[in-house]
T-cell receptor
Framework: DQQVKQNSPSLSVQEGRISILNCDYT??????FLWYKKYPAEGPTFLIS?????DKNEDGRFTVFLNKSAKHLSLHIVPSQPGDSAVYFC???????????????FGQGTILTVHP | DAGVIQSPRHEVTEMGQEVTLRCKPI?????LFWYRQTMMRGLELLIY????????DSGMPEDRFSAKMPNASFSTLKIQPSEPRDSAVYFC????????????FGDGTRLSIL
């Protein structure tokens, strides 16, 4: 049972345009969401996060949107740059209650390619 | 600032051998996580520790896998005996526990069991 899903294995975008990466989750108990970026032969690097009490969080060129009713979040990168080419992972966790505190559940990842 | 340090970066060994992966978390972090990444299953959590105590090992695939954290600055993941299906990239991550702090990952150990 995959609780966090990234249905697009890959995305190709032109430099300067917007990249939109999508993520869906099924567990309504998740209340904290993160995006990680991963380059080949490196570990995932934290990019941006959002708590379930918000619907938007912005950090420079990166914005994460959360739609709790649809159990959907998205990462927007504007403008996209060739250096953004990487695998992007969506992750979710429960911060309140239960024994799974701090445990991240990851999506399968989306390969983003930004063409010059 | 030193990040999470994993060793070795690559390990190639024969089936049946014991494999030990090592991790040094970021100083001051009180949570440590071990993940495995494969093409089929993606990034999956194996086990995590809080203040050196194992909290959830439900992701450990079977008894051949064991993990220890003898002190706040060192953890090991051991596979004995190893099998070809254990071939994967193993990541260690650490975080400053509560309040939704992000996990910081090491660069992983690429394990190949022949």
């Amino acid at each position: 049972d995959q609780q966090v899903k990234q249905n697009s294995p890959s995305l190709s975008v032109q430099e300067g345009r917007i990249s939109i990466l999508n993520c869906d989750y099924t567990n309504s108990m998740f209340d904290y969401f993160l995006w990680y970026k991963k380059y080949p032969a490196e570990g995932p690097t934290f990019l941006i996060s959002i708590s379930s009490i918000k619907d938007k969080n912005e950090d420079g060129r990166f914005t994460v949107f959360l739609n709790k009713s649809a159990k959907h979040l998205s990462l927007h990168i504007v403008p996209s740059q060739p250096g953004d080419s990487a695998v992007y992972f969506c992750a979710a966790s429960r911060l309140r209650g239960g024994t799974s505190y701090g445990k991240l559940t990851f999506g399968q990842g989306t390969i983003l390619t930004v063409h010059p | 600032d030193a990040g999470v340090i994993q060793s070795p970066r690559h390990e190639v060994t024969e089936m049946g051998q014991e494999v030990t992966l090592r991790c040094k978390p970021i100083s001051g972090h009180d949570y440590l996580f071990w993940y495995r990444q494969t093409m089929m299953r993606g990034l999956e959590l194996l086990i995590y520790f809080n203040n050196n105590v194992p909290i959830d090992d439900s992701g450990m695939p079977e008894d051949r896998f064991s993990a220890k954290m003898p002190n706040a600055s060192f953890s090991t993941l051991k596979i004995q005996p190893s099998e070809p299906r254990d071939s994967a990239v193993y990541f260690c991550a650490s975080s400053l526990g509560h309040g939704g702090q992000p996990q910081h990952f090491g660069d992983g150990t690429r394990l190949s069991i022949l």
